[in-house]
C-alpha cells in the first residue's frame, strides 16, 4: 500500500477506535449495571390460578407470563410452579413491581364484536353501548404495537391478524359499513377482560356489503403512550387461559453470598492477568498490543451490555469474562499469520499488513458461523436461552472491533521501534513447535478411518456414562420442592454452608427481609426434607418452617422445545453457510465434529455425578460455538491449501499443523480463565468451568479426531 494511502487508512482507523472507546468510556461513567437476582435480589411474586383450574391451564398461564416478562424487560427471570394453582416469578433488579403485577395480572382475553346499538356498556369515547356476538379473539392476533395517532392526539395500537381473523374482520366491518355514519351500529367494540377499550367507527369510505381488506386494523382510544404500550404487550403476549391473582408480593435479597461474588471476581481478575501475561510471553510486543486490545474490548463489550439494560447475572459475567479469553483467538490468529509472512519476506510492517489480510476470512467465517447461531437463538429462543444469544453477538462483535480495527491500529502505532528491532515484536520466528512440527513432515491421515475408530470409542464410553449412571438434571428442569422458614435472624452464607455440608449443595437459598429464608431444591422425600430443615435450624439459630410446597420446573416445557428448535435451526443455518463458503463435506465434518463434543460433555458430566442446571445450559451453548469455530479455522487452511494440488490426506494434515500453533496458544489463553474459576471460584461456578474445560479439550480434540477424518472419508465417497 502506497505510503500516503496507509496513513490515511491508519488515520480512519484510529479515529474509528477513539470514537468507539470514548462512546464506551462515557457508558460505562454514565450508565448503572441492572444485577441480576443472584447479584442483588429483586422482588419475587406468588401468583395463584382458581382451585377450577388444570394443571395444564397452569402450566400454559405460567408460559404466557414468561412472554409477558421478556416483553418488561426483565432479563433472566426465574418463574416456577408451585403445587398446582401457584406461580413463583422472580424479577431481578426490581424494586417496584406495581407496573409488573397489573401487566402479569391482565388476563388479556381480547373480543372483536359488533355494536348494535346504545345501552348500558360504557365507552372510552364517554358513551355507553350494547354489544352483539364475538366474531373474533385474541387466538386470531399475530402482533400489536404503539405508535403515534398521526391523525389526533395520543397513540394507538396497531393490531395484525392471523389465521381466520383477517376474513373475520372483514365481514364484520362489511356488516357494520351498511349503517349510516354516526350509527352506533357502523361501530365495532374491541373488548379486553370484559372491558370496552375502543369503539371505533367504521371509515365512511368503507363500502357495504365490501369490509375492510387486510390483515391489520388500529385501536383508537385516545391512549397515552404507556398506556397503549401496556395494551399492546398484553394482546401481542397471548391471553392466559385463567385469570391470576396475586397472593404474595415481596423483595428478596441475592441468592449468591458476597463470599461467593467476591471469590468469583478474583478467579476473573487472576485469569484475565494471566492470559495477558502469556500473550506477552509468546508475541513480546505484540503480545502487549494484544492485551491493550483485549482491555478495549472488555470496555466495548460490557459498555454495550450496559447501553442495552442487559440484565448482569454470576454465570452471565463468567461467560463474559470466558469471552475475553476466547477473544485471544483473532489476535493469535493475526499473529501466526505474520509469523508465516515473516518467515518470507523479513519485512516486518508488509508481513503484518499481509498477517491481517490472511487471517481476515478465517476471522470472518468463525464469526459470521457464530453470529449466525446467535442471532438465531435470540429470533427464536426464549428465557435464559435468548439472554445467551445477545451476549453471545455483542461479544462476536467486540472480538472483531478489538483484533481487526484496535489491534491494527496500535501495531502501526510502535511499527517505527519494530521495524528496526523485530526480534521486540514477537513475530520475528515461526516459534519452537511450528518449527519442529515442520522438520519433521508429520502426515496424520493416511489411514482417516483409525482415527473415527478412536472417536467412535471415545462417544461409546460417552454414551456409556448416560446409560450407566444417568445425567443428574437441576432443580431448573426438574422441579423439585421449596421450603420456607422464618427465623430471628438470617445470614444467607451461613445457611448456604450449613446446607453444602448436609449434603445440599445444589440448593437456591433467597432471603427476605431480616427474618425469612426459602429454599430451593430438587426433588427430596420427607426425610430430606427433614435434615434441611434442621441444616436450616442450625444456620439460624432457631428456625421455624412455614411452608413446604411441591415446584415445577423453572425451564418449562415450552422454554426446552423452543431452544432445541432455535439450536437445531441455527446448526442447519451454520451447515448451509459453510457449504457454500467451502464444501458441503466440510459444513457436514462440523457438523459432526459438534454433535461428537455435546454428546462428550454431557456423557462425562454423567460419568462424574454433576448436576446439569441453566448453567451447565450456557456452557454446553458456548462448547457449540468453540467448535465450530476451531473447525472453521482448520478448514479455511484446507480450502487455501487446496491450491497445491496435493492429495486430500496430505493437505488436511498439513492444514491441521500450520493451525496448530494457534490453537495451542488460543486454548492455553482461555485456558488460564477457566482454570481460575474452578480453583477459586463459586460452586456453581466450579461445574460452569469444568463444563467448559471438557468442552475445550473436545473441541480442540474432536477436530483432529473427527472434523478431518470425516472430510477426507466424505471426499474419497
Not at 523479513?346 to 459470521?368: E, I, T, W
Amino acid at each position: 500500500m502506497p505510503r500516503p494511502s496507509a496513513r490515511r487508512a491508519l488515520l480512519v482507523r484510529g479515529l474509528l477506535a477513539l470514537g468507539v472507546l470514548a462512546a464506551s468510556a462515557f457508558t460505562l461513567l454514565t450508565v448503572q449495571p441492572r444485577l441480576g437476582l443472584d447479584l442483588r435480589g429483586g422482588t419475587q411474586i406468588v401468583l395463584e390460578t382458581p382451585s377450577e383450574a388444570t394443571s395444564d391451564a397452569t402450566d400454559r398461564a405460567m408460559e404466557v407470563l414468561r412472554r409477558r416478562v421478556d416483553e418488561l424487560g426483565v432479563a433472566e427471570p426465574v418463574l416456577a410452579r408451585s403445587g398446582d394453582h401457584r406461580i413463583v416469578v422472580e424479577l431481578p433488579g426490581v424494586q417496584d413491581p406495581t407496573e409488573a403485577i397489573e401487566v402479569l395480572g391482565r388476563t388479556a382475553q381480547l373480543r372483536v364484536q359488533p355494536v348494535t346499538g346504545l345501552g348500558d356498556v360504557p365507552t372510552p369515547e364517554g358513551d355507553a353501548i350494547s354489544l352483539g356476538d364475538v366474531v373474533m379473539t385474541g387466538e386470531g392476533i399475530k402482533d400489536a404495537r404503539a405508535t403515534p395517532n398521526s391523525q389526533g392526539v395520543g397513540y394507538l395500537v396497531g393490531v395484525d391478524f392471523q389465521g381466520d381473523a383477517p376474513q373475520a374482520w372483514q365481514q364484520v366491518t362489511a356488516d357494520a359499513a351498511c349503517s349510516p355514519p354516526g350509527d352506533p351500529k357502523r361501530r365495532v367494540a374491541f373488548v379486553l377482560d370484559g372491558e370496552v377499550v375502543s369503539a371505533p367507527q367504521v371509515d365512511p369510505s368503507v363500502v357495504c356489503g365490501t369490509g375492510m381488506i387486510g390483515g391489520s386494523t388500529q385501536i383508537t382510544g385516545r391512549f397515552a403512550q404507556a398506556e397503549a404500550e401496556e395494551l399492546a404487550l398484553v394482546i401481542r403476549s397471548g391471553a392466559l387461559p385463567v385469570p391470576v391473582e396475586v397472593v404474595e408480593q415481596r423483595t428478596v435479597g441475592p441468592t449468591l453470598g458476597a463470599e461467593a461474588i467476591d471469590a468469583s471476581a478474583r478467579a476473573a481478575i487472576i485469569g484475565v492477568a494471566l492470559t495477558g501475561l502469556f500473550l506477552i510471553f509468546v508475541y513480546r510486543l505484540a503480545g502487549l498490543v494484544a492485551v491493550l486490545a483485549l482491555a478495549g474490548y472488555a470496555a466495548l463489550a460490557y459498555a454495550a451490555l450496559l447501553a442495552i439494560g442487559a440484565t448482569l447475572t454470576l454465570p452471565g459475567l463468567a461467560g463474559f469474562v470466558l469471552a475475553i479469553g476466547m477473544a485471544v483467538d483473532a489476535n493469535v490468529l493475526v499473529f501466526e499469520r505474520a509469523r508465516e509472512e515473516f518467515a518470507r519476506r523479513k519485512r516486518l510492517p508488509r508481513s503484518v499488513d499481509q498477517g491481517f489480510r490472511g487471517a481476515l476470512s478465517a476471522v470472518a467465517d468463525s464469526n459470521v458461523t457464530t453470529l449466525l447461531a446467535a442471532g438465531l437463538l435470540f429470533w427464536l429462543a426464549t428465557g435464559p436461552v435468548k439472554g445467551f444469544g445477545v451476549t453471545l453477538s455483542i461479544g462476536v462483535l467486540a472480538s472483531l472491533f478489538s483484533a481487526l480495527v484496535l489491534s491494527r491500529v496500535l501495531l502501526q502505532l510502535v511499527m517505527p521501534v519494530l521495524e528496526r528491532r523485530p526480534r521486540w515484536s514477537g513475530l520475528h520466528s515461526l516459534g519452537r513447535v511450528r518449527t519442529w512440527l515442520t522438520a519433521r513432515g508429520i502426515t496424520l491421515f493416511r489411514r482417516p478411518r483409525r482415527w473415527l475408530l478412536t472417536a467412535g470409542l471415545v462417544l461409546l464410553a460417552a454414551v456409556g456414562g448416560l446409560l450407566v449412571r444417568g445425567l443428574e438434571l437441576g432443580v431448573e428442569f426438574t422441579g423439585g420442592r421449596m421450603l420456607e422458614f422464618t427465623a430471628p435472624s438470617v445470614d444467607a452464607a451461613k445457611v448456604r454452608a450449613e446446607l453444602s455440608s448436609a449434603g445440599f449443595a445444589d440448593a437456591v437459598v433467597v432471603t427476605s427481609g431480616s427474618d425469612g429464608v426459602s429454599v430451593r431444591t430438587g426433588p427430596i422425600d420427607s426425610a430430606a426434607a427433614v435434615r434441611l430443615g434442621e441444616a436450616v435450624d442450625r444456620a439460624t439459630g432457631g428456625a421455624e418452617q412455614v411452608s413446604n410446597e411441591l415446584i415445577g420446573p423453572s425451564l418449562g416445557s415450552e422454554l426446552r422445545r423452543n431452544a432445541l428448535i432455535a439450536l437445531a435451526i441455527a446448526v442447519a443455518a451454520q451447515l448451509a453457510y459453510l457449504a457454500v463458503r467451502f464444501d458441503w463435506r466440510l459444513g457436514v465434518a462440523t457438523v459432526v465434529a459438534l454433535v461428537t463434543d455435546v454428546v462428550v460433555l454431557v456423557g462425562v458430566f454423567a460419568w462424574l455425578g454433576k448436576t446439569a442446571d441453566a448453567v451447565f445450559l450456557a456452557a454446553l451453548l458456548t462448547v457449540i460455538g468453540y467448535s465450530v469455530n476451531d473447525s472453521v479455522v482448520v478448514f479455511d487452511r484446507v480450502r487455501e491449501l487446496r491450491r497445491t494440488r496435493a492429495p486430500f490426506p496430505e493437505v488436511m494434515s498439513s492444514a491441521v499443523l500450520q493451525t496448530l500453533p494457534r490453537t495451542v496458544n488460543t486454548g492455553i489463553g482461555v485456558l488460564f480463565v477457566l482454570a481460575a474459576l474452578l480453583v477459586l471460584g463459586d460452586g456453581s461456578l466450579a461445574d460452569f468451568a469444568t463444563a467448559l474445560l471438557i468442552g475445550l479439550v473436545a473441541g480442540t480434540v474432536s477436530t483432529v479426531l473427527t472434523a478431518a477424518p470425516v472430510a477426507i472419508v466424505l471426499e474419497d465417497r
